[in-house]
């Protein structure tokens, strides 16, 4: 007889909570579980002490911050392998402008910040005829670094205005890029993990959003 | 679309030699592949080393990638082996089998200090303090949120052993929270 043979129900249950938890049981475990939970009074205590355990878990993971240039170092080791990457394959004339933009020094950069602005609401009333909307490229620096974002890739062929009046309406903030790739981080106003992941799947739900992926969720993300 | 189905036809575009897909991988699941690893050495400078090796070994194998398993999984099975290849060549035994008594360890600190503690400190330090093989599995299934096959395929063991692995982790975690003062009823 194996060990986990020789087990009681209440052992078994405690064994599958975690994956039942995590929502990855299935068939007569998920069933047996249920069962236990509907049934037996120590059931939903023990589930109690399994979620806490989750939590502890996630903190544990979450406490541990990866190298804030890991992209950057990735890339250069990637292009020492499989040799230089070639330009940006005809990216949108936004993502050019941002890459002029984000070559000038910091401190004229931000100075600069303004006229970029100026510039691109400029051309978003040449090209739709309308009135641009208050385009917020960027509040401080320390303020963007704390905030919440995805990372974003517009499709080549969007429309700038469609973009800026998204941006606006949602108060989403261009906090940096693009990379080489053309990958935007956007700041994300969101103080809840859940209100980040309405954000997200909005951006990602956009006609002129090639991907959105996940970045920094607010400190509630588990 | 889901994440899993993205992921799987970003690792198509990384066969196809598409750097932009390999970074949105990369964006992905970096950090729960740095964490991963973190966690198994003890050494965030090893796994900063891993984790991008992890991603540059998905640029190479993605051509050969069957797609039988979740691109996540696949990432924490090529990390696994990583770690344990490295750990191997600097000769640390990583599986020490004293470690087992490291829980009950923990429970043994001065009555005084454990008693500060709340319940979710203490936790998560008896969480931290568990030997490698049974934190690993407790990482893998709440934090990564992989099912015990999963797992299985992960560190290469059988399913009946995740499971017996699960099974005296969360045991030994009961029994250091009960000599804590923490008692939850089971085992």
């Known amino acids: ?222 | 679309m889901t994440a899993a189905e993205t992921d799987r036809a970003l690792v198509e575009r990384v066969a196809k030699g598409d750097r932009t897909a390999v970074r949105l991988l990369f964006m992905r699941h970096h950090a729960r592949v740095y964490r991963f690893v973190a966690r198994q050495t003890g050494s965030e400078l090893m796994a900063d080393d891993i984790a991008n090796e992890v991603f540059l070994e998905l640029w190479r194998q993605a051509p050969v990638f069957e797609g039988r398993s979740e691109v996540s999984t696949w990432l924490l099975g090529i990390a696994r082996f990583k770690a344990l290849s490295l750990l191997r060549k600097k000769k640390e035994d990583w599986i020490d089998d004293d470690d087992a008594a490291q829980v009950a360890d923990g429970a043994d600190t001065p009555e005084v200090v454990t008693m500060k503690e709340d319940k979710a400190a203490a936790l998560r330090r008896f969480i931290d303090a568990m030997p490698e093989e049974h934190r690993t599995v407790i990482d893998l299934a709440y934090y990564h949120g992989q099912s015990v096959s999963e797992i299985g395929e992960v560190l290469g063991i059988p399913v009946a052993t995740v499971k017996t692995r699960m099974f005296y982790a969360r045991k030994k975690l009961g029994e250091a929270l009960k000599a804590a003062g923490y008692d939850r009823g089971w085992p």
Request: aromatic share 8%; net charge negative; proline share 6%.
């Open chain 1, 1 to 222: 007889m194996s060990a986990a043979e020789k087990m009681s129900r209440r052992d078994k249950m405690e064994m599958l909570l975690p994956f039942y938890l995590n929502g990855s049981l299935e068939g007569t475990e998920l069933e047996a579980i249920e069962e236990w939970l509907a049934s037996d009074p120590a059931a939903m205590a023990a589930l109690g002490e399994a979620e806490a355990e989750f939590s502890g878990t996630a903190a544990a993971n979450e406490a541990i911050r990866p190298p804030a240039d890991a992209l950057s170092r990735f890339a250069r080791a990637l292009d020492a392998e499989a040799g230089p990457a070639r330009a940006p394959a005809a990216s949108s004339w936004l993502a050019q402008a941002w890459s002029r933009f984000m070559a000038v020094p910091a401190g004229v950069a931000w100075a600069a910040a303004a006229v970029l602005l100026a510039l691109v609401v400029a051309q978003s009333f040449v090209q739709t005829g309308n009135r641009g909307g208050d385009f917020e490229i960027a509040g401080s620096e320390d303020d963007l670094a704390k905030m919440p974002f995805a990372l974003v890739k517009f499709k080549p062929d969007a429309k700038l205005s469609d973009i800026l009046a998204f941006l606006d309406q949602n108060q989403l903030k261009i906090a940096g890029g693009p990379t080489a790739d053309g990958v935007f981080r956007l700041g994300v106003p969101a103080e809840t993990a859940a209100d980040y992941q309405k954000l997200l799947d909005l951006i990602a739900a956009q006609p002129f959003t090639e991907a959105a992926l996940e970045g920094r969720k607010p400190a509630d993300g588990g």
